[in-house]
């Protein structure tokens, strides 16, 4: 009885490890570590990439001469404060195109955990074969880097003197900002109630919004409160419109007899820097399958921007806002560099959608 | 009488039976005694933990017309000012005050709970409602003037000790500026009357 | 026979010596001092309770009791008590507020889209140097100073503490000044007057080195003032390449922007919800 405790303690120990091993990807390693075939060498560089091991996921690379290692790397942990310096690569799906003795096309969607929700990147990548294993042709970005300049930025900006911590009411105030819901529509989605529109900041000073919705049941009483969070751009500038969205889960139209709006609207320091221009914009089908709105995003300041945020509004034949979508860009955005975007939509939508407006909404990481 | 039927002399002559049977109804008594002692303290427990009881009228109001969700904020968040209120001087508690006080009724209603606390007093209310006019909203709606009529149960105690008891009907002229949650109490001024 | 009659002797010396009483004006004017008369004899507690004040002290019964100014600054109730050993008796009496000198004075909003009827509201709160309400009939007068121009003012009368007026905005942009006075009170607050929504939003296109320079004509509402800079204006751009979008910030009263065309493109402008012209131009493939 005596022995019994240490042999029980020590098998539990035993398959801990085993199951830690299994868990971390160890299998995976283990049976690709030949890479053998186009998928198995995929998988283990972007195995190698998960553990942050890059300096042996960039040796099993085939182009080496082309790529900067440090380049490489910042692929996957980001660069001037964009998304991914906040991400982590949590798992990937690896799916074979087509393939022949020598070369192989090979798709890997990667699955990143950021600190505004899941993020999805898709890769279509060559591997080719290299004696008796397979190796990564990782793409080369080959747009032109951006020379050494100074860029003269002269727009304006908006500093706010708030009142003092002392209760002087009636004494001079700023008012808040006067903002407007323009557009209001609710419409049942398959899981949810949704309520979309747009709203426009009609002062001649930025505000702070947020949209707020609560809906009423037959007698008035509330059924549920939710805001906008970050389906808006809240940071308004003068008589600049945002689309918002609001999701209400698990409720159902027809029990909702009336909708309270309410646009809440803060003072806020703001520059009218920088100015993004959205080109190329069009709704397609992208590589999964899905309907898409893809464009470009191009900074024409010279600030950079970490992290762009894309809000997207789409409109009927009679100019009715029918759906909102956004998407985060993992890339910052460097002066004149256009860097692609696409928000989904679902297909159901797509199909009656006449016309879309997208603004960029941006954040940075203050340190 | 409940006095004499505990005294020595008056057990003495009573008979065996009888005895027992006021032995049995004066433990009887005192259990009635204490049950309602308990539920009187309960039912004080449970006043203080409910606000008191505000009809708002606002047929009267101008120039802006009231909303239907101030017209409900309104009377809860004056309830809900009083009961602070009210618990702030029996406790002595001045920091009650930050939740439904603003500006000047805020400063002296801290002014008051300290020098409660200074004098060693406390002071008790028991809140017989409060009849609410609107009588004017500003235009932009950041400020309101209502007019209270309340009906109010004082008892000042130096301790333990019970210095003034009175029922009152006092007429307050109120202020309520809205906060970023609810109507704040910014004035409470009381303008007249105080017999019932 | 024996207690009834020691009773009565009880009560009788109790009234020859008198319970203690208070005597206070029945009405004072907030922030002066009152001395307060009594009755009875011996060794007494005085307490003051009002607004903001809970005030105790060692009296002797029987003689006047002076309550200081500070203590009456806040109109309302005052509850005068004084326990004395025979028992407490208490007194109410009413501070109204002084003679109004003081003046809260709200005036929205503080920025004001011209020529717009009545959208200025200011009001005006009558209290006394004590922050009181006075809330019986007091002329305000108010008035307007706008930047060039002559004052105008108007006399109205508070009820239950109150003044206000409505105001129209004037048709030219810039501050104004609005001016509330009573006693010694004489408040100004500062609304600026803003340029209303862009009005004839025109656009137009010129060939820059590779694209096209789409600027606005400088931007101005209605009545002929200038949008502030900062307003964003939005292009919009529909070629073969899809469409293109720029949330442009008027700056010196113009909007621009450098458009790539692709072949035959339509361009249109608009700020906020008005729209402007539409343009169609050609570009290099």
């Known amino acids: ?18 199951m830690a091993w299994f868990e971390s990807g160890g299998v995976e390693r283990h049976v690709l570590r030949s890479a053998a075939t186009p998928e198995q060498a995929t998988r283990l560089m972007l195995s190698q990439i998960q553990t942050h091991n890059f300096d042996a996921a960039y040796a099993r690379l085939a182009n080496r001469n082309d790529l900067d290692k440090n380049t490489f790397i910042h692929e996957f942990t980001g660069s001037y404060g964009s998304l991914l310096t906040i991400s982590a690569l949590e798992g990937f799906d690896v799916g074979v195109l087509h393939a022949s003795d020598q070369e192989a096309t090979v798709r890997a969607r990667l699955h990143y955990a950021t600190g505004v929700g899941p993020l999805d990147d898709t890769r279509d990548l060559t591997v080719q074969r290299t004696g008796d294993t397979w190796k990564v042709v990782w793409p080369v970005d080959t747009t032109a880097k951006l020379p050494p300049q100074v860029i003269p930025v002269n727009y304006l900006r908006w500093d706010v003197i708030s009142r003092g911590s002392g209760d002087d009411w009636g004494a001079q105030n700023v008012d808040s900002p006067q903002v407007r819901i323009v557009s209001m529509n609710a419409i049942q989605r398959p899981d949810s109630v949704v309520v979309l529109g747009e709203v426009v900041n009609e002062d001649s000073v930025p505000a702070y919004v947020n949209v707020g919705a609560t809906l009423l049941g037959p007698n008035d009483e509330e059924l549920a409160q939710e805001s906008s969070f970050d389906k808006i751009a809240h940071t308004l500038l003068p008589r600049q419109v945002s689309p918002y969205r609001i999701d209400f889960p698990n409720m159902r139209l027809e029990k909702i007899k009336n909708v309270r709006m309410e646009a809440k609207a803060l003072l806020i320091a703001a520059s009218a820097d920088p100015v993004i221009a959205i080109d190329q914009q069009k709704l397609e089908t992208d590589r999964l399958g899905r309907k898409v709105l893809s464009g ?30 956004d998407g985060y860009v993992a890339q910052a955005l460097l002066p004149q560099m256009p860097v692609p975007f696409a928000v989904d939509l679902p297909p159901d939508v797509a199909k009656n959608v006449q016309t879309y407006r997208v603004i960029v909404n941006h954040f940075e990481l203050t340190t | 009488m409940m006095r004499k039927i505990l005294t020595a002399e008056f057990a003495e002559k009573t008979r065996r039976p009888r005895r027992m049977g006021l032995r049995y109804s004066s433990i009887l008594a005192l259990l009635a005694a204490l049950a309602c002692v308990v539920l009187v303290r309960e039912l004080r427990v449970l006043a203080k933990e409910n606000a008191p009881r505000v009809q708002l009228h606002a047929d009267n109001l101008g120039p802006r017309s009231i909303e239907d969700l101030t017209s409900k904020s309104i009377p809860r968040d004056y309830a809900l000012a009083w009961q602070t209120m009210e618990q702030a001087l029996e406790e002595n508690r001045p920091g009650l005050l930050d939740g439904y006080f603003t500006g000047i009724a805020k400063q002296d209603l801290t002014q008051r709970v300290h020098s409660q606390i200074k004098s060693g007093l406390h002071t008790r209310y028991q809140d017989g409602g409060h009849k609410l006019e609107a009588i004017f909203y ?35 002229t109120v202020t309520m500026t809205p906060g970023a949650d609810r109507w704040l109490v910014r004035e409470l001024q009381a303008s007249g009357g105080v017999k019932p | 026979m024996r207690s009834v009659l020691t009773a009565f002797i009880v009560c009788l010396f109790a009234l020859a010596a008198g319970a203690a009483e208070l005597h206070p004006p ?51 109730i005052y509850t005068a008590i004084l326990c004395a050993s025979d028992g407490c008796a208490s007194a109410n009496f009413v501070v109204t507020p002084a003679a109004p000198n003081r003046l809260s004075f709200l005036v929205h909003p503080s920025r004001v889209p011209v020529d717009s009827p009545n959208r200025i509201s200011a009001v005006a709160f009558v209290q006394d140097n ?31 503490g109150v003044a206000w007026v409505r105001l129209s905005s004037a048709k030219k942009e810039g501050p104004t000044r609005l001016g509330a006075e009573i006693g010694h009170a004489n408040e100004i607050r500062v609304v600026q007057q803003v340029a209303a929504d862009a009005c004839n939003l025109r656009i137009k296109a010129s060939r820059a080195k590779k694209d096209f320079l789409v600027e606005t004509d400088p931007v101005k509402d209605c009545s002929g003032n200038s949008v502030p800079d900062g307003t964003v204006v939005s292009f919009t751009k529909v070629d073969e390449a899809g469409k293109a979008t720029v949330d442009v910030p008027i700056k010196r009263g113009v909007a621009k922007v450098e458009l790539p065309v692709d072949g035959r493109a339509k361009i249109t402008v608009a700020s906020g919800v008005v729209t402007g012209n539409e343009l169609e131009v050609a570009g290099g493939q």
């Open chain 1, 1 to 18: 009885m005596k022995r019994v405790l240490p042999l029980v303690l020590a098998a539990i120990t035993v398959v801990l490890i085993v």
């Open chain 1, 296 to 325: 470009k995003l191009t900074n024409q300041s010279g600030q950079i921007v970490s992290i762009p945020h894309v809000i997207a509004a789409y409109y009927d034949s009679n100019g009715k806002v029918i759906w909102v979508s």
């Open chain 2, 138 to 172: 500003s235009p932009a709606g950041d400020v309101m003037e209502l007019r209270d009529r309340a009906k109010l149960d004082i008892e000042i105690m130096d301790g333990g000790k019970v210095i003034y008891q009175e029922p009152v009907s006092i007429e307050y």
């Open chain 3, 26 to 76: 029945a009405q004072v004017t907030a922030g002066n001092s009152i001395t307060i008369a009594t009755s009875g004899s011996g060794d007494a507690t005085f307490y003051l309770i009002g607004q903001s004040v809970a005030s105790k002290r060692h009296v002797q019964a029987g003689t006047e009791i002076a309550v200081d100014s500070e203590q009456l600054e806040r109109a309302g």
């Open chain 3, 130 to 160: 004590f922050h009181n309400f006075v809330l019986k009939s007091e002329a305000v007068k108010f008035s307007v100073l706008p930047k060039d121009g002559k004052e105008i003012s108007a006399t109205r009368n508070s009820e239950n």
